[in-house]
């Protein structure tokens, strides 16, 4: 059992930058991938980048050169850096890992950008 934790949403203005912080109950260092995705109001959830233990990382186009995913294995925390912020990007954002055959999901933080 993995249990996930995010924080570091909030309000920001659009250009502003914050930094999300997801930690895990347990040892990432043998979880290959872990993820972060987001859910706007009446909007699917969708990608917003991947991380593998090796350190290879996906992003989804819409925040590709503006989010960052990093993670701390002696942490057990992974991060998302979000820059150059646009109100399009407010959404509750979600935490991601599988473990275990079975996969697990933070309760979301808020983030709102204002223009």
């Known amino acids: 059992q993995v249990q996930l934790v995010e924080s570091g949403g909030g309000l920001v203005q659009a250009g502003g930058s914050l930094r999300l912080s997801c930690a895990a109950s347990r040892s990432i260092f043998s979880i290959d991938r872990m993820g972060w995705y987001r859910q706007a109001p009446g909007n699917q959830r969708e990608l917003v980048a991947t991380?593998?233990?090796?350190?290879?990382?996906n992003y989804g186009d819409s925040v590709k050169g503006r989010f960052t995913i990093s993670r701390d294995n002696a942490k057990n925390t992974v991060y998302l850096q979000m820059n150059s912020l646009k109100p399009e990007d407010t959404a509750v954002y979600y935490c991601?890992?599988?473990?275990?055959?079975?996969?697990?999901w933070g309760q979301g933080t808020q983030v709102t950008v204002s223009s």
């Open positions: 991601h890992t599988r473990f275990d055959l079975r996969n697990y």
């Open positions: 991380i593998t233990s090796g350190g290879s990382t």
